[in-house]
Nanobody, 133 residues
Framework: QVQLVESGGGSVQAGGSLRLSCAASGLAAGTSCMGWFRQAPGKEREGVAVGYITNGSFSGTRYSDSVAGRFTISRDNAKNTVYLQMNSLKPEDTAMYYC???????????????????????WGQGTQVTVSS
């Protein structure tokens, strides 16, 4: 059974930084995609950063336009943990952040894609990030 446990959320002022962690266990051997998504109240869940796993490491990453250059996704294979380093935080980054894991030959930023190119089949419970101005 896959378990994804997020941590590291909190409250920070605009311009500050946070690092989120996602500790994974029970991942299937075919897991090829892991990433971070976020959902603000009244909005759809959106992809923030995802990575394609090859030999336990990210061989490719993808970021949403809104966080590119500010956020960095990384993976520690030995700890089976994925991180999201968030710098230069803005009030619009306020949301619940979720870790996801799944399969596919391509890892996209859409949580539930209409075409079966990939699928995020496991989700964590989320960690809240609040950025004040």
């Amino acid at each position: 059974q896959v378990q994804l446990v997020e941590s590291g959320g909190g409250s920070v002022q605009a311009g500050g930084s946070l690092r989120l962690s996602c500790a994974a266990s029970g991942l299937a051997a075919g897991t090829s995609c892991m990433g971070w998504f976020r959902q603000a109240p009244g909005k759809e869940r959106e992809g923030v950063a995802v990575g394609y796993i090859t030999n336990g490491s990210f061989s490719g990453t993808r970021y949403s336009d809104s966080v590119a250059g500010r956020f960095t996704i990384s993976r520690d294979n030995a700890k089976n943990t994925v991180y999201l380093q968030m710098n230069s935080l803005k009030p619009e980054d306020t949301a619940m952040y979720y870790c996801a894991a799944g399969e596919g030959n391509y890892c996209g930023l859409t949580a539930t894609p209409r075409l079966p190119l990939y699928k995020y089949s496991s989700w964590g419970q989320g960690t809240q990030v609040t950025v004040s101005s």
